[in-house]
């Protein structure tokens, strides 16, 4: 099947960061040509001098926790955790697991995120509504050693992991991988044995990092090490790992993660949402040369999963934290959202730029409206004026996934409908004791 979007303005994000008034041009799924000689195609769009640009990646999420949107809002992350979360994520079974996916699955893809990189449990039943969804995601299985998942115990579920591992190794845009939870949630063997099947299967090991000060304090405390020590030496700290959040590193530690070529994930409306304090030090890690993409965290800690509003947020922060309105430019903060999340995620080779080659994951963004209008500078209006609803298509792999229509691959409205009923039952209190 060929698609061809005519006619618009293409922010390609390739090495030189070229814009390209013209088409692009799609065969089976892949950017065959982006230029102005337009080729017959199956399928055309007409962009009309729209903004064409790749899909924006999110690099962290708990897909499924948007059915816990709004539920314990304005708490510190600990006390949120243990009285609203966790007791109401006892109650998610994998059916109603598939319900909170398929309602965060509409959510990003309406807001033109094409890749996205999960943690969370009932893993298999997400991955299953991912891959009917269309949509690209690395879906980290979420693993606890303290019974802090539904699931049980990590030991008895690295087997499990392993084997959706091998089910996605060779899936176009699927891929599974474990994911534990953090230092102070998963034993060192746990992160050990994580780190040997990413090895083994190409997996990205995705753990959440120095999100708070309690937690790096803490496990100094009892281990007499920081955190990201802690990975180091079980051996879980290397090209496969990912690492979310990081608000508190020293200098130092952003020597050591880029030394052995871990991954960072930015999520700041997360952080300030939940009053983290630490902001994590964006310049030093650019220097680095550390992979670093943006997140949204869940949506029950944010509350969207909306990549236009971690953009702006990105660029906000980190302007106001140092001084300094060149310290996180236009430029910088979309490279971050397309080019510095795929290769985060070891994606780089396949999407993250719209190149002749690459994977055709491409979204296109209205601009004829009074909040975009005028435009100077088309990078500057993705970053600073344009919202999520401005996303006109999504497409990836060649495939369309929204557009003018709606949703091609999700029931909406039963989706929207299931998710309220589903969310009502895990939070409602138990009354038969
Ligand atoms: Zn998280």
């Known amino acids: 099947v060929s698609l061809l979007v005519r006619d618009a303005l293409i922010l390609t994000q390739d090495e030189h960061r070229r814009q390209v008034r013209g088409h692009l041009y799609v065969e089976d799924g892949a950017i065959v040509s ?36 709004g539920f314990g809002d304005d708490l510190p992350l600990m006390e949120w955790l243990s009285t609203r979360i966790w007791p109401a994520e006892d109650k998610i079974t994998p059916e109603r697991m598939r319900v ?38 690395i879906l980290g299985w979420g693993l ?37 939870h953090a230092v102070y949630t998963c034993f060192d063997e746990t992160f050990a044995k994580s780190a040997e ?9 995705h753990t959440h990092l120095h999100e708070t000060r309690d ?28 690492l979310a959040h990081a608000g508190w ?33 964006l310049p030093e890690i650019l220097a680095s040369g550390a992979p670093l993409g943006l997140g949204t965290d869940g949506a029950a800690s944010n509350n969207r999963l909306d990549m236009f509003e971690a953009m702006k ?18 430029q910088t903060v979309l490279d971050l959202a397309t080019r510095g999340g795929a290769d985060a995620l070891g994606l780089g080779a396949l999407v993250g730029s719209l190149e002749p080659g690459k994977r055709a994951d491409l979204i296109l963004i209205e601009t004829r409206r009074a909040h975009m209008t005028p435009m100077f500078n088309p990078v500057s209006q993705v970053v600073y004026s344009a919202q999520s609803s401005d996303v006109a298509l999504t497409v990836v792999e060649g495939q369309v996934l929204y557009d003018a229509e709606g949703h091609h691959t999700i029931d909406e409205h039963g989706t929207l409908r299931e998710a309220q009923d589903v969310a009502e039952s895990i939070t409602a209190e138990d009354h038969h004791s």
Not at 270 to 277: C, Q, R, V
């Open 144 to 180: 606890s050693d303290v019974g802090k998942t539904p699931e049980g115990q990590a030991n008895t579920r690295l087997a499990a992991v392993e084997q959706l591992m091998r089910k996605y190794r060779r899936h176009p845009r699927i891929r599974a991988s474990p994911a534990p």
């Open 249 to 281: 590193l020293t200098k130092a530690e952003v020597g050591t993660i880029s030394k052995h070529g871990a991954a960072v994930s930015h999520n700041p409306t997360s952080n300030m949402k939940l009053a983290t304090g630490g902001v994590m030090p």
């Open 197 to 205: 099947l990413c090895a083994k299967h190409e997996g990205i090991l």
């Open 215 to 242: 937690e790096v304090y803490e496990t100094e405390a009892k281990r007499g090490k920081r955190p990201l020590k802690v990975l180091e030496d079980c051996g879980a700290l290397g090209e496969r790992t990912l």
């Open 34 to 69: 982006i230029g102005q000689e337009a080729p017959e195609a199956d399928v055309v769009i007409k962009a009309q001098g729209r903004i064409l640009m790749p899909g924006l990646i999110n690099t962290h999420t708990h897909l499924a926790m948007g059915l816990l949107r």
């Open 100 to 137: 909170g996916a398929r309602l965060g699955l509409l959510e990003l893809i309406r807001g033109g995120t094409t890749t996205f990189n999960d943690m969370y449990f009932h893993e298999p039943e997400t991955a299953d509504e991912a891959d009917k969804a269309g949509i690209r995601g």
């Open 313 to 330: 947020t990105t660029a906000l922060i980190h302007k106001q934290a140092r001084w300094d309105p060149k310290v996180a430019d236009a």
